[in-house]
């Protein structure tokens, strides 16, 4: 049964086996969960700019994928959070497996001679993906984080910094996550009392999209800067605007 703080909707009952703690169409007629939706923006447009950043550098088309996969899995959450369908919730849920495998991918070959395509590892992910289940998501993560842990420690440590804040702010999403999860009542309840401005700093679940969606960037920073490093390149960091950090990478000097 709906809590009484939702209300009918463009979309219909909710169909999905999942539904989260923002109140449904408290915000808009035509978006079931408002501030759960639009933090999925995080997701879309910084790796678009990312990807496009990528393709004008000319490199390797992985980066290109994880970038695309990075917005994949925003529009799936945008679509889930919209309509509450279950069919939207697998648009939401398969990217994450199907983006991930794609950054295990880039972080193993980032120590490979250019243009190399490892395609066992390549038949193993594709595998995994086809054939695991969301239970397994975990899974990935973990060896995403273990990767990255080396790299930073053993290999390039100047990195660290870049490594520790996309850790540091992807766990603190999964901290709210859970936090908006076993405190949902108490949630609502309290956002009753406040302000519909105000009230949405409480949306936790629309914080765990936009930290996961910034550490999740970041990771594929720290990626395809160790990448390029290996490959000889001149990898740099720029601000967009002064907040937003984007890479850029000039060509050897041989060349």
């Known amino acids: 049964m709906a809590p009484a703080a939702d209300r009918e909707g463009y979309w219909g009952p909710p169909t999905s086996t999942l539904e989260w703690c923002e109140e449904n169409y408290a915000v808009s007629y035509y978006i079931a969960e408002f501030w759960n939706t639009v ?6 447009l910084p790796p678009i700019y990312g990807a496009i950043q990528t393709y004008k550098d000319g490199l390797e088309k992985r980066y290109l994928a994880a970038y695309l996969c990075l917005t994949a899995v925003g529009l799936g959450s945008w679509c889930f959070h919209m309509t509450l369908k279950y069919e939207m919730q697998l648009l ?14 880039c972080l193993y070959e980032c120590f490979k001679y250019k243009n190399t395509v490892n395609y066992a590892l390549l038949f193993l992910l594709i595998t995994y993906s086809v054939v695991v289940s969301i239970i397994m998501y ?7 984080v273990l990767r990255s842990v080396y790299i930073v420690l053993w290999v390039y440590p100047w990195l660290r910094g870049l490594g520790y804040t996309s850790l540091t702010v992807f766990l603190m999403g999964f901290f709210l996550w859970n936090v908006d999860n076993i405190f949902c009542d108490k949630l609502r309840a309290l956002r009753e009392k406040m302000p519909p401005v105000v009230g949405a700093v409480t949306q936790f679940h629309a914080w765990w999209h936009i930290l996961t969606g910034l550490g999740s960037y970041l990771h594929i920073l720290l990626s ?20 937003w ?4 990478v000039e060509p050897p000097k041989n060349l």
Do not use: Q
């Open 138 to 144: 975990g899974t990935l993560v973990s060896i995403i």
């Open 92 to 105: 939401d849920e398969l990217p994450m497996i199907y983006s991930c495998c794609v950054f295990v991918y």
């Open 39 to 44: 933090s999925n923006l995080i997701f879309i």
């Open 224 to 243: 395809l800067y160790t990448r390029t490093l290996f490959l000889k390149h001149r990898p740099k960091v720029k601000f967009v605007f002064g907040i």
């Open 245 to 248: 950090p984007v890479l850029l």
